[in-house]
């Protein structure tokens, strides 16, 4: 079945901790995208790709860092954790041609950095 | 740029009652418009879109919405609300290589 996996669901962690968040998809999809959503707000856009070996920054600054090796795989990185990185992130993925705007959303990862 | 607005960070209905979710967008493009829910703890679903075909969108789980040019807006509404409606509902617009931007949300409370 075609879908978006997202791996931890949810992750506590220390301060200046390495974390990688994980973001697959089998939909074939070339777009992906990284979102983080603070609780009761909206989504913010921080990395995106429209392909393999393409990635670029979103609306909101984050430390993270993302790498798009293979096109179903967009993981997300962050070096050093901050208690400022707790957040829900949120992948995402679409289709590459035109008027093919819309985006399937993963269940998401909660991170709590303490 | 694009924008959305959603009045009402919450909205209250009781079971059977209508449900309206309001949204107006700002875009200096014809906009593709677009609602999503999201449950607890989950991650966000469509419901439905707008792309310039129909202006009433019919979408999954009853939901309707319908594009007003001249309002510029595009309120999501369902005649009877179900206790399975209680969640997130985000209005979001497109501006343009596929990046979307989102309200601010409105959680629906739906009581028996």
């Known amino acids: 079945e075609a879908d978006i996996y997202q791996t931890p669901r949810y992750l506590v962690i220390g301060t200046g901790k390495k974390i990688t968040l994980e973001c697959s998809q089998t939909m074939g999809h070339d777009k992906m995208y990284w979102y983080q959503q603070d609780p009761g707000m909206e989504l913010h856009l921080i990395h995106y790709?429209?392909?393999?070996?393409?990635?670029e920054k979103g609306d909101l600054s984050s430390e993270s860092t993302v790498s798009r090796i293979r096109t179903e795989h967009f993981p997300l990185t962050l070096e050093s954790a901050r208690p400022s990185h707790t957040s829900q992130y949120l992948c995402?993925?679409?289709?590459?041609?035109?008027?093919?705007?819309?985006?399937?959303f993963g269940p998401g990862t909660r991170l709590l950095v303490l | 740029a694009q924008s959305v607005t959603q009045l009402g960070s919450h909205v209250s209905v009781s079971e059977g009652a209508l449900v309206l979710l309001r949204c107006n967008y700002s875009s200096s493009v014809p906009p593709y418009l677009f609602w999503y829910v999201q449950y607890p703890n989950q991650g966000l679903q469509l419901l439905l879109k707008y792309t310039s075909a129909a202006t009433l969108v019919k979408g999954i789980n009853g939901f309707e919405a319908e594009f007003k040019k001249s309002e510029t807006s595009f309120h999501l509404t369902k005649p009877s609300a179900h206790m399975s409606d209680a969640a997130e509902y985000f209005c979001?617009?497109?501006?343009?290589?596929?990046?979307?931007?989102f309200g601010t949300g409105t959680r629906l409370l739906v009581s028996p």
């Open positions: 979001a617009v497109s501006q343009g290589f596929q990046k979307l931007v």
């Open positions: 995402a993925s679409s289709e590459s041609s035109p008027m093919q705007e819309t985006q399937y």
């Open positions: 790709s429209y392909g393999v070996n393409s990635t």
